[in-house]
């Protein structure tokens, strides 16, 4: 079967986030599983320079506003994984983040960088934009990519079918209506049945109404989006699509992410040599200047710093949980407020608190690695990667029950300690109290060695990799070739 994954980011020449992971190993796992996959990118800066072995498969020539465009067909970096790049220099050859300038604003040309992405899409899967290959089934990640989804059911006839995964709904990718112009899309997509959402175009929608089936990252996320609480204001249209929206958990890179053969860390640990867990977390704290006390909860967060990810309830319970013993490794980008109180956090706690505002994948490993829990205290989380990490690198996540969260983590009560199942600590309200309490079991788990050691052999023990869920989307692809679908 021909799969083609069609993404805005791919990790690591391009990442904001988990999206990229993804885009990275599940294509990668479903060829391990026999399927014949390529990926079809943006011209970044990053991506042009890193592919290797690029040839022009087509000359586009002038569209969506960019005078010269270009197919080229090359390899992944690091993979044998063939991605197609679309060259199209006036678009895409620019500094700052696939989606915004370097002061954080909007790139005014989004509706026509994306549509182009969806519309070569499109054109691969109708066979005439490479005569050597034509994908069965296109699989769209996040509103980035949805217009394939509307390009392929309503302009471009075409026997393949497309698969669209929502990996956060709260980006849906909307416009001015009147630049609908420069869609190339019939009127009739332009009502709230096609692409309109509350005077806008939707990107979103593209994907949510079009794709032959749409997807999301959890089996929670996807309960959840069909609410008025987690559908952005989409949940209506996600209702519509009944059963044809399926949840499929994320897994995570375990060759990378794994602590037997991490080159980033301290010292090398599993589960039957933990004693270099010990060891990663006395490394850390020497690096971040962090108290050397291996009696300190050694609590870390690596996230967006954004108002989804809730660690507005981390800065308000921290002065309490210092003076309990709680140490705090905090790692992220994201907006201005979110960054200065956690400054003035590091400021006011010298030596309980480190704070590194940046984006950096090797420190992420150590932090993972050397502390004891990872917090993602999530408002909403479609699936959240970090938490999965923790369990793989047995530092327990604590984790709010929302979205994949609450499906990957299983709480830490009497009767899952009991019968050796539980993974983390989880709690319900998104208020610091809450946060504060759950934060507080933990630490009287951690201060019983033989509990903790059962907690983290749980945590570790966990199946965690892509092949299952590469099994399960091959499943949802062959499901839509046959003549039920
Ligand atoms: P989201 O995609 O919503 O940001 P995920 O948990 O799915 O959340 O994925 C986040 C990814 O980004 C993880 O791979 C995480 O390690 C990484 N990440 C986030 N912030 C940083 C940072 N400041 N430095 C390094 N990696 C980071
Ligand atoms: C999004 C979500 C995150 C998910 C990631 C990969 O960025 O916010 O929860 O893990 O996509 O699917």
Known sequence: MKI????????????????????????????EQGADVRLLLPGLPAVMESVLGARTVIDIGSCFGALRVRLLLARMPGTKLPVYVIDAPYLYKRGGSPYQNSQGEEWPDNLQRFALLGWVAAHLAAEDA??????????????????????????????????FTVHNLAFQGLFPMPDWALLGVATRLLSAAGLEYHGQLSFMKAGLKFATRVTTVSPNYAREIATHEFGCGLDGVIRERGKQVLGILNGI??????????????????????????????????????????????????????????????????????????????????????????????????????????????????????????AVPSRFEPCGLTQMYGLRYGTLPLVRRVGGLADTVIDADPATLASGRATGFVFDLAVPAAFERCVRRALAAYQNADTWHGLMRSAMGQPLGWAGPARAYLDL?????????
């Open 253 to 374: 890179d375990d060759a990378l992410w794994n602590p037997a053969t991490d080159p980033a860390i301290a010292t090398r640990y599993d589960v039957e040599r933990l004693q270099g867990k010990r060891d990663c977390k006395r490394a850390l704290q020497a690096e971040l200047g962090l108290q050397p006390d291996d009696d300190a909860l050694l609590l870390t967060v690596v996230s967006r710093l954004t108002a989804q990810k809730g660690l507005d309830l981390v800065l308000a319970a921290m002065p309490e949980l210092i003076s309990a013993g709680v140490q705090f490794a905090v790692q992220g980008t994201g907006e201005p407020a979110l960054e200065a109180a956690f400054r003035m956090a590091q400021q006011a706690h010298p030596g309980r608190v480190h704070v590194f505002m940046g984006y950096d994948e090797a420190r992420a490993h150590r932090l993972v690695a050397g502390a004891d829990v990872i």
């Open 130 to 163: 490479d005569p050597m290959w034509a994908p069965d089934v296109v699989h769209a990640h996040d509103w980035h990519a949805a217009m394939a989804c509307a390009y392929m059911a309503e302009h471009l006839p075409t026997p393949a079918s497309s698969v």
């Open 4 to 31: 083609l994954h069609v993404a805005a980011e791919v990790f690591p020449l391009v990442k904001t986030g988990g999206l990229a992971d993804v885009v990275a190993a599940l294509p990668v796992a479903l060829a």
């Open 477 to 485: 692809y062959a499901s839509l070739r046959s003549p039920a679908a």
